[in-house]
């Protein structure tokens, strides 16, 4: 039955060994901005049309900064991409936690499945959850 679900195109679920990985690579401070910089690698044999992502900016304390939609646009299969992000006004220093609150549009798979697939990881003293 599962097969078949999947063959009709009902069950878009990541394989096991299937994943998307997104790593803070840094956090650029400038004139009134913060720049994160993000390392996306696509673990899946077919490209992400786009990825989206819904995020909080937590301070070190996890009290809300602000909460962003970031548009990691296009991944090619089997692909490596870096993505940055100006945040105007605000401070590196201020943020001590980015979480990745939900995800989508994620195509081609649905929110659910996308969020499962996540990994995420920090290179940076920023924590990075999901």
């Excluded at 992502?53 to 602000?66: G, H, I, M, Q, Y």
């Amino acid at each position: 039955m599962r097969a078949l679900a999947f063959c009709l195109g009902l069950g878009l679920a990541p394989a096991a060994s299937e994943t998307l990985s997104i790593r803070l690579d840094q956090a650029n401070p400038g004139a009134d901005q913060c720049q994160l910089v993000f390392v996306l690698e696509n673990g899946f044999p077919t490209e992400f049309e786009s990825l989206q992502a819904e995020v909080v900016l937590l301070t070190p304390e996890s009290r809300v900064l602000r909460l962003s939609l970031l548009d990691f646009q296009s991944l090619p299969a089997n692909g490596l991409r870096v993505r940055s992000f100006n945040l105007a006004g605000l401070e590196c220093s201020s943020i001590g936690r980015v979480l990745f609150n939900a995800m989508g549009p994620c195509t081609p798979l649905d929110a659910r499945s996308c969020t499962a697939a996540l990994e995420v990881d920090s290179a940076t003293e920023i924590e990075v959850l999901k």
